[in-house]
């Protein structure tokens, strides 16, 4: 999958490119002709490439609408043509992408409720197999990087070679502001690991409200994603799925025209000396922090040899809560988030364990492996 530029060539025919993000836009679902018609009318401007509807809606209670079903394809087709956009659904399996194909739409994307399944993804890649047109996949609803990039490795063994990724959020129970929750680490990785591969983001299923998606959609380019699936209704109070987070058409023109689309790179020689200069500071503080943990864990494999020769637990919990709550303390005071500083230490604790089991067991104090190491 790595060699190849997927889907790049295509999105390039479509004016993708660094000074223009790639937009996807449209409603969450086509509801009725007149709808989807009024919807892509309103879209018929140089700054949309592609318009996306839902068709078969996977929605999380059977009291809710559903998609239209099938009928609404030829509607969808229709009001694309008319307005000169290309159209994209979501199909959930062979039937979908059979009555997609027959109805001559132009892109494929795979939601995230099927992303997770690899059933379906195959089925999906085998009944897609010899035809050539451009999927992009949603990340599944767990924060799982390796289930998304087994996807997209579904798709392109099976010959697609215009692969894209969308990345719309992770569910979550904990309270967020967002109805799913970015994780932008997840989408840099996988952008680190497949650098060819178009990465789009869905501000609007992240969001779930339309007060956050401006700022998603800035931060999504400013992490050099490549463009932006936004949901727009013509008149989104009255919308039958996702109404709060479809916008109508004037406000989405409004963010979209607000958005800073930066460069990776720039040529203006004192900024570039300066940013070298500041990254090498950086580089210098990285390796001072390494060698400060390394340090770290040399006293906890220290302690763990006094342990081991008083019988006594690793682990103390009154001593662990001790930890948290005062470097909590401490890095609130330092700026530092309360997530941050939480993970952090999580990481440095389970480090810390890792050294002092491993000198428990072997009484050797000088060499630690995870078992991704042995
Ligand atoms: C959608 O794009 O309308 C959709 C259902 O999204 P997701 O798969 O991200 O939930
Ligand atoms: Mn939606």
């Not at 190849?4 to 996807?24: M, N, T």
């Not at 078969?56 to 394809?73: A, E, H, M, N, Y």
């Not at 996949?137 to 996807?151: H, M, R």
């Not at 969001?207 to 994603?225: H, M, Y």
Request: aromatic letters at 6%; glycine letters at 6%; a negative charge.
């Amino acid at each position: 999958m790595q060699k190849k530029v997927l889907g790049y060539e295509l999105l390039k025919d479509w004016g993708f490119g660094k000074s223009h993000p790639f937009i996807i836009a449209g409603p969450c679902g086509v509801e009725s002709e007149e709808q989807i018609h009024a919807v892509a009318k309103s879209l018929n401007n140089s700054v949309v490439h592609l318009f996306r509807a839902g068709i078969w809606k996977p929605r999380t209670r059977p009291d809710s609408f559903q998609g239209i079903g099938t009928v609404g394809l030829q509607w969808l087709k229709d009001a694309g043509n008319e307005n000169n956009l290309p159209v994209a659904v979501e199909v959930a399996g062979s039937k979908h992408v059979e009555e997609a194909l027959k109805t001559g739409i132009d892109v494929l994307w795979i939601g995230a409720r099927t992303t997770v399944n690899p059933f379906l993804v195959q089925e999906i890649a085998d009944s897609l197999r010899n035809v050539d047109i451009p999927v992009f996949v949603k990340n599944p609803v767990s924060p799982d990087l390796e289930l998304w990039i087994g996807a997209l490795e579904r798709l392109d063994r099976a010959g697609l070679h215009r692969i894209g990724a969308l990345h719309r959020g992770f569910s979550t129970y904990d309270s967020s502001p967002y109805r799913n929750i970015p994780n932008w680490q997840i989408p840099i990785e996988l952008k680190r690991r497949f650098p060819g591969l178009p990465l789009l983001s869905d501000p609007s299923h992240i969001c779930g409200n339309r007060k956050l998606i401006p700022s998603v959609s800035q931060t999504a380019l400013d992490l050099d994603f490549d463009g932006l699936m936004i949901e727009v209704h013509h008149d989104p109070d009255n919308a039958l799925s996702d109404k709060e987070q479809q916008l109508n058409p004037e406000l989405f023109m409004e963010i979209l025209s607000g958005l800073v689309i930066r460069k990776p790179s720039a040529e203006d020689v004192i900024f570039l000396n300066l940013l070298e200069e500041l990254r090498d500071r950086i580089d210098r503080i990285d390796e001072k922090i390494l060698m400060m943990i390394a340090d770290r864990m040399k006293v906890a494999r220290e302690i763990g040899m006094y342990k081991k020769e008083n019988n006594m637990t690793i682990l103390q919990v009154e001593r662990w809560n001790e930890i948290l709550r005062t470097r909590l303390r401490s890095g609130l005071r330092k700026d530092l988030t309360r997530e941050f500083v939480t993970k952090m230490y999580e990481l440095i604790h389970e480090e810390s364990i890792l050294h002092q089991t491993n000198v428990m067991n072997t009484g050797n104090m000088y060499e630690t492996k995870s078992s991704k190491d042995s």
